[in-house]
């Protein structure tokens, strides 16, 4: 079965860091775009960023450029997400996304809880 497992999320005060992981099983890595995608409480869900798996070029959010990073490891079938310079409105539920290159299908994990308090 095709699942995707976030992890790494949690407390954490303005200014740190965090970063997230995406296991991704019952994939072919390479025929999927991954991404992150995050959801704050009464918002929508928006695209944090982008990576593909072929060349890996990325994209990002206005609001996150310069403090997140995003990539992957096709090998071991993960994607990352290093969140550095965390901001209280960076909190909310961050999902991983993959969307096949064939027919634009998108999967999603569960999420994990990020939240950014003092």
């Known amino acids: 079965q095709m699942q995707l497992v976030e992890s790494g999320g949690g407390l954490v005060q303005p200014g740190g860091s965090l970063r997230l992981s995406c296991a991704a099983s019952?994939?072919?890595?390479?025929?999927?775009?991954w991404s992150w995608y995050r959801q704050a409480p009464g918002k929508e869900r928006e695209l944090v960023a982008a990576?593909?798996?072929?060349?890996?070029?990325?994209n990002y959010a206005d609001s996150v450029k310069g403090r997140f990073t995003i990539s992957r490891d096709n090998a071991k079938n993960m994607v990352y997400l290093q969140m550095n310079s965390l901001k209280s409105e960076d909190t909310g539920v961050y999902y991983c996304c993959a969307r096949r290159y064939s027919n634009y299908r998108q999967f999603w994990g569960q999420g994990t809880q990020v939240t950014v308090s003092s």
């Open positions: 990576i593909t798996s072929d060349d890996g070029n990325t």
């Open positions: 019952g994939f072919t890595f390479r025929n999927y775009a």
